[in-house]
């Protein structure tokens, strides 16, 4: 139901109207309704196969219209059975697993393990020369080959042991599409705005820049979707975001910033939810710059930055400050005792003058609040590191387009980034994007051969020794540091009060039933 | 006329092209597009596999000879999102921009001259005042703020109006009103400044002593030759309503050629903005043409005076 028939039909009460169509009970319980759940963003995924883009844009919407072999449940971090049934790993490289029967593709083709076998195969992902290959790599490079056993069994092959192989398996980037529509389209880049699978939500329309609206696929296997449909729409202007959500044309919206809490909660019907996800928000020191070639340079820089105000003061404590590059949500691989680069402007002097640092230049480029507060933060970094005696420039960037052209051999100073931790564990994490293959490594931002090493023991198979080297890695990363953690990244929403909904702690919002309910609250 | 047409078709061309060139450059000098579209956290074969993909590897001045040769056979290129063609994806976005400016157009004039002319007809009167003081506040406030005020008031203090989209004739209001606002306020200060000229000239008394009554002296003498300076204001108005539909659809999330042209050039889809440059530049040309046909058949003097210097 679109806002101009909710015009025609009076309208003070057409927010509750349009969530009411078909409801029966409030809560998560709530049946199937008629509901079309408008969201407001800042901006949708340019391709909306996982392995078309790695970016929280389209993590967002992943697992809603694409299914991954396994389930990883948000809530307790459990894995669950989703188009696989049972797995079993036949050796510490072999995985089997048994399909689900009787699923169906949004485009009315059976799923089964063809269209495993071929998505993950040369076609879509396996070999330099497959369009979703190099995206995918950083999560999905271990495979070395899959196979469909039978209609309904599929054997990946590893290039070697993988502790965390069936986790990689339930997250995002590993959700299988459908074989058949995928090559029916035949273009890459259109596939990326006609992407079939076989999810509670099929993809129903894409302008892109536009709009993205996903609808209730009838067809499928398991608990039907809670909302007939729901749609993404750019609305680029906090103020209108928060304004369409006020006037109740949007259920939910999202990039919202603590300073903008008050007006949502001022009003009886909407509400914020969200926090911290698992995700750190950090700076990057680019080691090849002459003044950050020396650890106590870096070192220095990181002991300046008052971590804890930032927090109270940016984003008014609503969010946490990691102990260390890793998040509680590894479990059995979180190391409670380690000890962070904390506050200490005293040794940041002492290591500045150890250093010979003398008011050399240093520039920090940053965006215009890509990352929530980014240029307020930008300018209280550059405080607290003039209080100690750096000489930071602030160094505004139009795009990411610009932080990342390779002028001056690439060379940077300082940057902003955030870390996803794509599955909780170190390796989707510190591995990931300081190992050999990570993001900062292969871009030449900084390299160390102990860290490399260390983090062999990392994809043992073994726990002790995966901990042990956790825990090496992250005092290498402390002390020949190529960033620092500032705290974790908060993805807020607003939303009506009346949708059940609560966010998962990555950038997936999750629509599927018993995620979602809507009612007349 | 022919030399006319011709010289002023040939001087548009040149200007076209300076436009597509300066575009084409600035675009790809200013940032890359690589980095944006496969994500940022995607390695540097990632970033290389795209750019040859998409012929971002070669030599600028190569690019830019491809770029010139498919232009001039009609190929604007094709988006970086869904591979699609450039002119294709402004042309979809294209019929919400022309609405929303078609239909401000025609509401501001219709406020903009009446207003101003009244103005003049009663000068120093409140309605004079009145008219000088909203065009004032018309001009002072920039379109993202009364925008943002319009919302706040009708969208959400009232719930009157939809804040956002374009999905009804609902839709058009606040938009409208927004972009409506300031121009009309142009247009009222400029038709008021040329009707009190006008209604000064002797040609106006000669008028009233022929015995024609004010209405009709005023609509047959003085509103025609008033008529001209706003042609060339009408000129300018072209440039200034196509920059008040970029800001005014990023506000109000009106999916049209403006909201396109800024999401594109955040993600460097360089087709697209190119396509959206060259259509603007084209737009502006096209209408100086026009604005220069208009006056010759407005006031032929301006044809004789050309001829004769």
Known sequence: MRIGRHIKQGRRGLCLAVLACGIGAPGLAAAQSDTNLMIGVTNLTPHLDPMGIMANVNWRVSQNHLETLIRYDYRTGELKPGLATSWKRVSPTVLEMSLREGVACHNGEPFNAEDVEIMFGPERFQGEDAPGYLEARGQLGIIKSVEALTPHTVRFETSGPDPLFELRLANYMSEVPCADAYRAVGDWDKWGQAVVGTGPYKLAEARPGELQRFERFDGYWGAKAPVASFTLKVVPETGARIAGLLAGEYQIITEISPDQFETILNNPKTEVVGGAIQNIRSLIYDTRHPMLSDPRIRRALSLAIDRKLIVDSIFHGKTSISNGFQMKAFGAMYIEDFEPTTYDPDRARQLMKEAGYNGEEIPYWYLTDYYTGEVTIAQVLQQMWKDVGFNVTLQLKESWAQVGAEKDNGIRGITNTSNNAVYPDPIGQLYRNYGPDGHFVVKKYWSNAAFKDAGEGLLSLDHATRREAHRKMLEIWKQDPPGTHLYNLPMFYGKAASVDWSPTSTPFMDFRAKSLGVSLN | ?309
């Open chain 2, 1 to 309: 006329m022919l030399s006319f047409v011709l010289r002023k078709g040939l001087r548009a061309g040149l200007t076209v092209l300076l436009l597509a060139t300066f575009t084409f450059f600035v675009l790809r000098t200013s940032g890359d597009p690589a980095v944006l579209l496969v994500g940022l956290e995607a390695g540097p074969e990632a970033v290389e596999a795209f750019r040859r993909r998409w012929g971002l590897d070669q030599p600028l001045w190569k690019q830019y000879a491809i770029y010139l040769q498919q232009l001039l056979s009609g190929d604007f290129g094709q988006s970086f999102v869904g591979n699609r063609p450039a002119l294709e994806v402004v042309a979809e976005r294209l019929p919400k921009t022309l609405w929303l400016m078609g239909v401000t157009a025609v509401v501001t004039l219709a406020i903009g001259i009446p207003l101003g002319v009244v103005a003049a007809l009663r000068r120093d009167s409140w309605i004079d005042r009145l008219a000088i003081g909203v065009s004032v506040a018309g001009l002072s406030l920039p379109n993202f703020v009364v925008g943002v005020l319009l919302i706040l008031l009708f969208g959400v203090a009232l719930m009157l109006l939809p804040t956002t989209g374009s999905e009804t004739a609902w839709h058009f209001i606040l938009p409208v009103a927004t972009m409506a606002t300031g121009d009309a306020a142009v247009f009222a200060r400029f038709a008021r400044s040329a009707m009190l000229d006008v209604l000064n000239q002797p040609f106006m008394r000669t008028a009233s002593a022929k015995g024609l009554d004010r209405r009709r002296a005023v609509m047959r003498h003085a509103v025609p030759n008033a008529a001209i300076p706003l042609v060339t204001v009408f000129g300018l108005y072209v440039g200034r309503i196509i920059v008040g539909a970029v800001i005014t659809e990023n506000v109000f999330a009106w999916p049209g050629v403006g909201s396109l042209l800024v999401l594109s050039v955040e993600t460097r889809d360089l087709a697209v903005v190119q396509t959206i440059v060259i259509l603007v530049g084209v737009t502006m040309v096209v209408t100086n043409i026009t604005i220069d046909i208009a006056y010759r058949w407005l006031d032929p003097r301006t044809a004789e005076e050309r001829t004769l210097g």
